[in-house]
């Protein structure tokens, strides 16, 4: 396909570079004008329906769009690693669970960091240097064999790999699962402006995947075929920041460029760009543990809160959906944790001192 297009100044994977970061500019702009943040639906607090509205609109857009593109034949998922028939479920189970507890601990997940970065939030681009180095170090290093040892575990699911497989087929599924989430999101207090950004932040994700399954399509030169993701590109980023002469760039490293750069763009003329750090060593410690829990579990779920949890669970894969579903499940515990260690930290502080 790509071929056909007839650019002949830029080859399939330069193009996919350059589609990266229209992408990541698009995301980093609808993501920071909505707040989007799975983190922010996930713990106690007035923002929680709101936010989670905001989510559920991108997750609807992101699931009806991809399984529409299926539909029409564009793309296919067939022998995509998302439809593996053997389920690494302690794998996927434990790292959603890891990174939903990092997230928690680094307030925001993995791309709402990502764009806080270009606010000027120097503790979120702290975060993404060391979340890129375990992820980094999971995939290719010296946490390698523990990811492939807990990846030993698998559970054979055969043709159900996708919710696809269900009576009905994929589209009808998408429809089901994408107008609830639209009815949840539209009783959830967001306001129509919040709702429809993040209506349109999903759709980034079939044009992601359609963009590069089909119009960077190059049976002489292929591009992988990918949507938005921030742990392998992550990852990915700071591999080439590390190896520029050795390796090319890649479509991950034009989407996190391309996110902090729409960001910025978006924050700047509303005033929202302002330089912050860390206040206390103790916050910078619960930054770093949870950067580092990010980077191993998001590694082992086989991506990020948008990677598994938005694009993932677009092509109805069962493991992302658990992936998922691990991510809420272990940001949700770890907010009621620290929630409960705050109360009685007031309680004790508030209890009369024997005279000495």
Do not use: K
């Not at 990541?24 to 989007?36: D, I, K, T």
């Not at 709402?112 to 120097?122: D, I, K, P």
């Not at 109805?316 to 499940?329: C, I, P, R």
């Amino acid at each position: 396909m790509y071929q056909d297009l007839g650019i002949a100044a830029l080859s399939a994977p330069q193009a996919a570079v350059v589609f990266g970061v229209a992408l990541g500019l698009a995301f980093g702009v609808l993501a920071e004008r909505s707040g989007f943040c799975l983190r922010r639906s996930v713990v106690a607090g007035p923002e929680r329906r709101a936010a989670a509205g905001v989510w559920l609109a991108a997750f609807a857009a992101a699931l009806i769009g991809t399984q529409a593109a299926v539909a029409q034949d564009w793309i296919s998922f067939a022998d995509h690693r998302f439809m593996a028939a053997d389920l690494p479920v302690v794998a996927v189970a434990l790292g959603g669970g890891l990174f939903g507890a990092g997230m928690v601990l680094t307030r925001g997940c993995i791309s709402r960091l990502t764009v806080l970065s270009g606010t000027g939030n120097l503790r979120a681009a702290l975060v993404m240097l060391v979340f890129a180095l375990v992820a980094l170090g999971t995939m290719r290093g010296v946490l390698a064999p523990p990811r492939l040892w807990l990846g030993e575990a698998t559970v054979p699911l055969g043709q159900a790999v996708s919710l696809a497989a269900l009576p009905g087929g994929g589209l009808l599924w998408a429809a089901v699962a994408g107008l609830g989430a639209l009815s949840i999101a539209a009783r959830s207090g967001a306001g129509p402006r919040a709702l429809t950004l993040g209506f349109a932040l999903g759709l980034l994700v079939p044009l992601g995947w359609v963009g590069t399954g089909v119009l960077l399509f190059d049976d002489f030169d292929p591009v992988v075929f990918q949507s938005l993701a921030f742990t392998s590109s992550s990852a990915e980023t700071l591999f080439w920041l590390g190896a520029a002469s050795s390796i090319p760039l890649g479509f991950g490293t034009g989407l996190v460029a391309g996110t902090v750069l729409g960001s910025l763009l978006s924050a700047l003329p509303a005033r929202r760009f302002r330089w912050q750090s860390f206040e206390t060593p103790a916050q910078t410690g619960r930054y770093m543990a949870g950067a580092a829990l990010m980077g191993f579990g998001g590694t082992l779920a086989g991506g990020c809160t948008v990677g598994a949890g938005l694009s993932g669970t677009a092509t109805l894969s069962v493991a992302a959906f658990l992936a998922l579903g691990a991510m809420v499940a272990g940001g949700w515990a770890t907010d009621r944790v620290l929630n409960g260690a705050r109360s009685a930290g007031v309680r004790g502080a508030r209890r009369p001192q024997p005279a000495e």
